[in-house]
């Protein structure tokens, strides 16, 4: 099952830099995206296919041409680590941004129903129960 859980986060990010995120078919009704402390102005818990398409609209709206190149897989079980680079243009600065992101993806029957994102390595790896 977890190389499933893999090829569901890789079509997710496919999807995400078409602009589509329309993950209804993807998601349990009581998902979860916690965006991390770090993600400034929009920090704390989205509830619901509703909350986390509102995050991603907050987010990626500060950007032009945002792009998220997924760099690593990794199958944690009845989780997936996703290591993406993330890059756009600041719609108010001007300033290109590159950054590294981790998202932990975790699933239940098939579905993701929790989402997290970090800024540091050593911590999402740790969430998912795993170390380097």
Do not use: C
């Not at 993330?86 to 300033?95: A, D, I, P």
């Not at 989402?115 to 911590?123: I, L, N, P, S, Y």
């Amino acid at each position: 099952m977890s190389e499933e859980n893999v090829e569901v986060i890789r079509d997710a990010y496919e999807r995400w830099n078409r602009g589509d995120f329309g993950w209804a078919t993807l998601v349990t009704p009581e998902f979860e995206y916690d965006a991390g402390a770090a993600m400034v102005g929009l920090s704390g818990g989205y509830r619901g296919l509703e909350g986390f398409v509102r995050f991603l609209e907050q987010f990626w709206g500060q950007f032009d041409e945002p792009h998220a190149e997924p760099q690593e897989f990794i199958d944690a079980g009845d989780s997936v680590l996703a290591v993406i680079t993330f890059e756009g243009r600041g719609k108010q600065s001007g300033v290109d941004v590159n950054m590294e992101v981790f998202q932990l993806w975790t699933f239940r029957n098939g579905k993701v129903v929790r989402g997290r994102g970090f800024f540091d390595r050593a911590e999402a790896l740790e969430a998912a129960g795993l170390s380097e």
